[in-house]
């Protein structure tokens, strides 16, 4: 079965940046990770989870929240089987648990998340 497992999360000041990467494992008959879309999402404490960053398979279309606009970058290695997030000039409201998810048949496949601290 296809496995998400998000990495990179940590403590940062304000101002600064981290990268977060997902790695992508376990396809099964039909897919490869070329063939899938890919997005992030995050849940800060006591909120809803919300939609970060998107990319298509080839990486020819990409989307962002509107707070995150010129600040995060979305991109893949199909080579690697890995989606990245490149956040800079962190926000303390950018604190969240970080995921990477897919979505197979119409069933959507999520990591177990990182943690992502912005603070002073």
């Known amino acids: 079965q296809v496995q998400l497992v998000e990495s990179g999360g940590g403590l940062v000041q304000p101002g600064g940046s981290l990268t977060l990467s997902c790695t992508v494992s376990?396809?099964?008959?039909?897919?490869?990770?070329?063939?899938?879309?890919l997005r992030w999402y995050r849940q800060a404490p006591g909120k809803e989870r919300e939609f970060v960053a998107f990319?298509?398979?080839?990486?020819?279309?990409?989307d962002y929240k509107d707070s995150v606009k010129g600040r995060f970058t979305i991109s893949r290695d199909n080579a690697k089987n890995t989606v990245s997030l490149q956040m800079n000039s962190l926000k303390p409201e950018d604190t969240a648990v970080y995921f990477c998810?897919?979505?197979?048949?119409?069933?959507?496949?999520w990591g177990q998340g990182t943690q992502v601290t912005v603070s002073s």
């Open positions: 998810s897919t979505r197979l048949s119409g069933i959507d496949v």
């Open positions: 990319i298509s398979n080839l990486a020819s279309s990409k």
């Open positions: 376990g396809f099964t008959f039909g897919f490869t990770f070329s063939s899938l879309d």
